[in-house]
C-alpha cells in the first residue's frame, strides 16, 4: 500500500512538471512582444520550440532577425542563454536573483545607426561588444569586464551642423571598488572620456582630445578636462 501510495505521488509530481517542460515558446512570447524600447515596440512572432528551449522572430524600428533562447542555471542563480541574430547581434548569458542581475561573456555587433534612437547624435559604422560581464546587486555595478570597439565613421551631431569622421575607438569596462568604469581611447591610446559609476552616482569627464578628434578644439593639451558632471542616478 505504501509502495502505492509513492507510485501515485511521483505521478502526480511528474505530470504537471512534464506538462511545462513541453510548454510551447508561444506561450512565452506574449510577455515581451508589445514592450517598448526607445519609444518603439518590440515586436516578436512565429514563436518555435517550448519556454525552456525556443526561439521567435523579433522586429524593432528598422531591424529584424531571430532570437533563440535556452534555460540555464549557473550553479543556484538561474538564467538563460540568449542568441539575437539579424539587424542587431548578441549573444551571452543573462541571470536574475532576488535583487541581483548578472550578465556574462555577452558578445556581439551593434550598428551604431543605433545612436540615434538614443541620442541627438548620430554615427556610421558599428559598434562590437567582446566578452562583458557585470553584476548589479542591491543597487551596486561590480564584477565589471570586457570591451567594446567603435569601428569609425562619419558622425554628426547638433541636428547635422556638427560633422566629422571619427577613426576606430576602443572602450574598456574596470571594475572599481564601489562599482565601474568606462574608459574610452583611440588608437594612440589617447584618453578620450571616462564614465565612472560608484555606488548610486554616475560621473563623466571629457577630455580635449575628444574635440580635438572631432576638429572642433582652439588649443590646450589632450589631458584637459574640457567637461565634467556627475549625478545620482537612482
Known amino acids: 500500500m505504501i509502495r502505492t501510495r509513492w507510485l501515485v505521488l511521483a505521478f502526480v509530481l511528474a505530470l504537471p512538471l512534464a506538462l511545462v517542460l513541453r510548454a510551447p515558446a508561444s506561450l512565452l512570447v506574449p ?44 550553479g543556484l542563480m538561474p538564467g538563460v542563454a540568449v542568441d539575437l541574430s539579424g539587424g542587431v547581434q548578441l549573444q551571452g548569458w543573462l541571470g536574475a536573483g532576488p535583487g541581483t542581475v548578472v550578465v556574462q561573456g555577452l558578445d556581439g555587433r551593434l550598428p551604431a545607426a543605433l545612436l540615434e534612437q538614443m541620442s541627438p547624435a548620430s554615427a556610421e559604422g558599428s559598434l562590437n561588444v567582446s566578452s562583458v560581464s557585470l553584476r548589479w546587486q542591491t543597487e551596486r555595478l561590480s564584477d565589471v569586464a570586457g570591451s567594446l570597439r567603435y569601428s569609425g565613421g562619419a558622425v554628426s551631431w ?77
Not at 168 to 184: C, F
Request: a negative charge; aromatic letters at 8%; charged letters at 15%.
Open 158 to 234: 547638433n541636428n547635422g551642423r556638427g560633422e566629422a569622421t571619427v577613426p576606430p575607438l576602443d572602450a574598456v569596462l574596470e571594475p572599481l571598488a564601489d562599482g565601474a568604469a568606462l574608459v574610452v581611447t583611440d588608437d594612440n591610446g589617447n584618453l578620450l572620456m571616462r564614465g565612472e559609476v560608484i555606488s548610486n552616482s554616475g560621473s563623466l569627464k571629457v577630455f580635449r582630445a575628444w574635440p580635438q578628434l572631432l576638429g572642433v578644439s582652439r588649443g590646450g593639451e589632450p589631458a584637459d578636462v574640457v567637461f565634467q558632471t556627475s549625478r545620482p542616478l537612482w
Open 31 to 74: 510577455a515581451f512582444s508589445g514592450v517598448p524600447l526607445a519609444g518603439a515596440p518590440l515586436v516578436c512572432g512565429g514563436a518555435h520550440g517550448t519556454v525552456w528551449d525556443g526561439g521567435c522572430r523579433w522586429h524593432w524600428r528598422d531591424y529584424q532577425g531571430d532570437l533563440s533562447w535556452q534555460l540555464d542555471a549557473h
